[in-house]
């Protein structure tokens, strides 16, 4: 079963979803993730296509990472 | 006598007539002072609730909206705040507006030294190097604009322990003064300087400085609206002028809805005492008397008149929670952030409904025990006068055991 991402949430209503994809993020260029406080703050305002933008990550590109990590993206 | 008593329903009662005079033909010219008069001292929020109100008693809406023209009348450009709810980052010379504009310049000014760039990655000629110069010597004003992010704003969001954002922005800001600095000198002396790496590091300043705007354009000043209270805001506008602003000659001056608490009382009929005496149920006092007493008592006191209206706060050793002056005469709602301003409007409205008395609260603020306390201020016959608002840090209280029975000699 694919676990389905609407990439309209917030970072951090989605990685409260699911857990693992902090360091799936982090591992595509999101470095601040992990940075304490940085979640709880600044992740309920970010969304994965803001974070994309603004670190130049191509968001295709993104989806298709997610995508083979079994997730299925909703827009 | 009924505008002594309830000044709500006195200006209910006067807004109905100057509906009725318009409805009857006469002109806006002609109500104009009434209405100015009428509204002196209130808010915008509290006319359209008037409006609202008169609505609800099954006055027509087109007649209401006759008061539309005199509205635009008496404001002239403020009518948008009364019908049209404007975010408050949009109004002119608050601190984010402030920001946002100065994004824009710097963001055309971006685009002027891209241009430069190439010009200059073509032929460094002598001209196309002193275009460059100048572009980035006009770019260093981003450190005002980078100043007054890091100490007026980001101290508040250490406040409400948005740590994480600000250490990160804050490196990456003096990273980008640091590239604007290397590119300056390098311009300044330009000898024997590789041309196409001087292009390709001030194209990477270029970049960082608008990746800095995207960053504080979607996480910073949403992240910040929904936390800092108006009050902060004000704070902040006012530590502004002091750092100065980024290519703009000077902001406008930003002026949050505020009431003189003193004209208020003194259209409720009363006046000040000045230096007489004031009789108490048992005994008098001066008022200076008062003024010191209350400045003693152990603990801090904010009193919110009957209408949500900041009127007064005790000015003791050691406040708990800092206020300051600037928030006499506003509105009580305003002075709270966006995002717990539904329980303070729960608590304020519960006590003026006569729903509760009190509504106490404690919590753990470093090794201080703070316990604050709201109570409906009601008159002998009970009628609601406000609400006051007791902080106490009760540590040292709790820490009493035993007993003590003689004074210490220190």
């Known amino acids: 079963m694919s676990k389905a991402i ?52 191509e968001l295709q590109k993104l989806k298709e990472i997610l995508a083979a990590k079994g997730f299925s993206i909703k827009e | 006598m009924s ?31 009434r209405f100015a008069k009428l509204i002196e001292g209130v808010s915008p929020t509290e006319i359209s609730e008037m409006e609202h109100s008169l609505m609800m008693d099954g006055m027509p809406v087109e007649e209401v909206q006759r008061l539309c023209d005199v509205h635009a ?18 109004v002119p010379g608050h601190p984010v507006h402030t920001f946002k504009l100065e994004n824009k310049k710097i963001e055309s000014l971006i685009d002027k030294i891209r241009a430069d760039i190439e010009k200059f990655r073509s032929q460094d000629t002598h001209e196309n190097i002193q275009n460059l110069r100048n572009d980035f010597e006009k770019l260093w004003e981003i450190d005002k604009h980078y100043l007054r992010k890091e100490n007026l704003l980001f101290p508040f969001m250490e406040k409400y322990q948005i740590t994480a954002p600000p250490k990160v922005m804050w490196g990456v800001d003096d990273e980008i003064r640091d ?18 790496q001087l292009a390709d590091k001030a194209e990477e300043t270029a970049v960082r400085v608008k990746e800095m705007i995207f960053k504080e354009e979607n996480i910073l000043f949403p992240m910040v609206m929904e936390t800092l209270s108006e009050d902060e805001w004000f704070i902040i506008e006012e530590g502004s002028s002091e750092i100065g602003y980024s290519l703009l000659e000077n902001a406008v001056k930003w002026k949050p809805v505020k009431i003189s608490v003193e004209k208020k009382v003194e259209s409720a009929g009363e006046e000040p005492s000045n230096n007489g005496y004031i009789k108490f149920d048992a005994g008098i006092m001066s008022p200076n008397e008062i003024n010191a007493i209350l400045n003693t008592l152990p603990l801090d006191m904010t009193f919110v008149d009957k209408d949500g209206i900041v009127k007064y706060f005790t000015q003791g050793k050691e406040r708990i929670f800092a206020r300051t002056k600037a928030i006499i005469g506003r ?80």
């Open chain 1, 6 to 57: 609407d990439l309209s949430k917030s970072v951090y209503d989605i990685c409260k979803e699911y857990p693992e994809m902090i360091g799936i993020l982090k591992e595509m260029g999101f470095e601040n993730i992990s940075a304490p406080g940085m979640l709880n703050t600044a992740g309920r305002i970010m969304t994965i296509p803001k974070g994309a933008a603004m670190k130049g990550i």
């Open chain 2, 3 to 33: 505008e002594v008593i309830n000044n709500r329903e006195y200006r209910q009662k006067i807004l109905k007539e100057l509906i009725s005079e318009l409805h009857s033909g006469k002109s806006v010219d002609e109500v104009k002072e």
């Open chain 2, 73 to 90: 009348a008496v404001f002239k450009d403020s009518i948008e705040e009364i019908h049209r709810p404007q975010k408050p980052e949009d």
């Open chain 2, 179 to 196: 590239a604007i600095k290397v590119v300056r000198a390098i311009l300044s002396d330009y000898s024997n300087v590789n041309k196409e």
């Open chain 2, 331 to 410: 509105e009580v709602k305003n002075c709270h952030p966006p995002a717990s301003v539904h329980i303070v409007e729960k608590i304020v409205e519960d006590l003026s409904s006569g729903k509760k008395d009190n509504e106490d609260f404690w919590i753990k603020m470093g090794d201080k025990f703070v316990y604050i306390r709201y109570f409906a201020v009601r008159n002998a016959k009970g009628e609601y006068l406000g609400t006051i608002e007791v902080t106490q840090d009760i540590k040292p209280i709790q820490d009493i055991t035993g007993e003590k029975r003689l004074a210490s000699s220190t």
